[in-house]
């Protein structure tokens, strides 16, 4: 064994221990905030098992999106909406954990019988290491054309939606009007929240 | 091209000859660009602290540090061994987890995003082939950092220092990928090696920001939008916030938020001169300058003379690129929070994108000089 393998065994097992101790953890722990700061970790473990399996560019743009974007998002998300709502506990939770339990483990079980019944057909070719990055574009633009545009289509409806939402002017004037009346006088001059409705066109 | 100094070849040829076996010698090369990498960048970001000193309390007509070694040059020093000393406090109702962890969280990623840093042909830890794209993707982790430390400090000022950290550095990584990848298109590659090596031939005429004036600005602006420096600096704005996310720490983890923020700035600096003006290549290349004195490019002290010289003039042109910002902290005044994301998203976002279109048309149109 050269040292490279080594290595290489090493980079993996602590890899491997860190994404699942780490994925168990999300689901697991009761704080929320938690929960989404070690997501992080699971994107990252994730990367370096990309880069594992020599794919430089995808290990970085899995730590660019997922980490950079996607986690961050989600902490947005977690400390800008402050709902202050007292705990509830319910009664027989129980069930539902178990519930919850027994699904995940069926699931897990019928994914194993899957994995270790599928005859894999594993490839013996070299992996193209740093030239993958001028492949992944070839691609792009050929025969995956279809599904990047159509992605790409998706954030576009994605990134109006939220406009739209944040700006909240799609309020029909005459509504807007009532409100005015409404109002009194030492009211910030903001849209309320409660008017968003679809309802009227 | 000649191969220059390899000194990973070198030192491992070395330990060799002494009768290591091959494995052991490159086990043993292995850690020591990482410790080399990590004390350098101490350094740097030291005589960053420094400069700021000097430069402000110039620009302010002050004369600033001065007694302690000579024009002040201990200062730094005499600030980490201070801050080494001091009680590592953390305050009554914090997470103590994620308090601790959040430092490290910035720290880490600026560290390791030296490693694409060259400062010659052979000298740069890895020579990767994602290379800008790396940096570009552990800048973006810093967020989670902020974000970490702005939410255990159980503050309020800390939490909106760091959402507003994670907000401003969201929306200022767009102009600033999209005015690298500008480059990296007019370069064919991600690589920082082949970026320099793209704009190597005529000295100080073919550097970058000749060809992308506009993207150099853009970058420029974005670069110190992330590094948090005034203008930009709302996240730890003393008058409203105390000093933001970094309102509750002190001792060794306040220390590693402050290195790390000096870092950030030495690193975006010198990716300024990578990207931007030429990297380790000189105004008039040494290459054209031997040629005239008919010395051979294989020549031992000829290539140690370049080697140095590309170390000298990358450190010079980054610090030159500091120095325009402690001014510009000086000159400017700090925008608004809603300035702030103006500038970003209706200003440079658009900028930066026509800004691609042009080079991309430019590239089709003049192969010859964008790099066809």
């Avoid at chain 2, 086990?27 to 700021?52: D, F, G, K, R, S």
């Avoid at chain 2, 305050?91 to 390791?112: E, G, N």
């Avoid at chain 2, 054209?288 to 294989?298: I, K």
Wanted: proline letters at 5%.
């Amino acid at each position: 064994m050269t040292l490279a393998d080594g290595v290489q065994i090493v980079s993996f097992v602590v890899l491997a221990v860190m994404m699942i101790g780490a994925a168990l953890g999300v689901v697991l722990l009761n704080n929320i905030v938690y929960s989404a700061f070690l997501l992080a970790l699971v994107f990252i473990s994730i990367s370096g098992m990309y880069i594992l399996l020599n794919a430089s560019f995808v290990a970085a743009a899995q730590v660019l999106i997922y980490v950079g974007a996607v986690n961050v998002l989600i902490l947005f998300g977690i400390m800008l909406v402050n709902k202050r709502q007292a705990f509830v506990p319910v009664r027989n939770a129980w069930i539902s954990k178990a519930t919850t339990a027994a699904v995940c483990v069926g699931l897990f079980a019928l994914l194993s019988t899957m994995v270790l019944a599928t005859p894999w057909s594993v490839s013996t070719a070299i992996p193209i290491g740093d030239t993958a990055l001028v492949e992944i574009g070839k691609h792009f633009f050929s025969d995956y054309l279809l599904p990047f545009e159509l992605a790409s289509v998706l954030l576009l409806m994605a990134l109006i939606g939220a406009v739209v939402l944040a700006r909240r002017d799609y309020l029909p004037d005459e509504l807007l009007a009532q409100e005015e009346m409404r109002k009194t006088a030492l009211t910030l001059p903001e849209r309320p929240r409660e008017l968003i409705s679809g309802s009227r066109k | 091209m000649s191969p220059g100094i390899d000194l990973q070849a070198s030192f491992v040829q070395a330990l060799t000859d002494l009768g290591l076996p091959t494995g052991a010698a490159k086990a043993i090369w292995i850690p020591l660009p990482m410790v080399l990498m990590v004390a350098a960048v101490t350094v740097l970001a030291l005589v960053a602290t420094w400069m700021e000193r000097k430069i402000s309390a110039a620009a302010q007509q002050r004369i600033g540090p001065e007694y302690m070694g000579p024009f002040g040059m201990m200062v730094p020093a005499a600030d980490v061994l201070k801050l080494l000393f001091k009680e590592n406090v953390s305050p009554a109702k914090t997470d103590p987890w994620l308090f601790a962890l959040a430092p490290l969280l910035v720290f880490i990623p600026i560290f390791l995003s030296y490693l694409i840093v060259p400062f010659g042909q052979r000298i740069v830890i890895t020579d990767l082939s994602v290379g800008v794209f790396l940096w570009i993707s552990l800048s973006s982790i810093a967020p989670i950092g902020l974000l970490m430390a702005g939410y255990s400090s159980n503050n309020k000022y800390s939490l909106l220092g760091g959402l507003r950290a994670a907000a401003q550095s969201i929306s200022y990584e767009i102009p600033l990928a999209l005015s690298v990848l500008a480059i990296a298109m007019m370069s064919n590659s991600l690589s920082t090696i082949d970026i320099v090596e793209q704009q190597s031939g005529y000295g100080i005429l073919s550097w970058n920001v000749w060809r992308q004036p506009v993207g150099f600005i853009i970058f420029w602006i974005a670069a110190l939008a992330e590094a948090e420096r005034l203008p930009f600096d709302l996240p730890e704005a003393e008058e409203e916030l105390v000093a933001g996310y970094q309102t509750e720490y002190g001792a060794v983890k306040f220390m590693m938020l402050y290195a790390g923020s000096y870092a950030n700035l030495v690193l975006s600096a010198l990716m300024v001169a990578v990207l931007y003006l030429g990297g380790w290549e000189s105004p008039i290349p040494v290459g054209m300058l031997a040629d005239l004195l008919g010395v051979s490019e294989t020549t031992p002290w000829l290539q140690l003379i370049t080697g140095s010289l590309g170390i000298i003039m990358t450190l010079f042109k980054a610090y030159l690129m500091l120095f325009l910002a402690v001014l510009l902290r000086w000159t400017v005044p700090r925008v608004r929070i809603d300035q702030l994301l103006d500038l970003g998203w209706k200003f440079l976002l658009p900028i930066s994108l026509v800004n691609l279109l042009l080079t991309a048309g430019l590239k089709l149109a003049f192969p010859f000089a964008f790099g066809g």
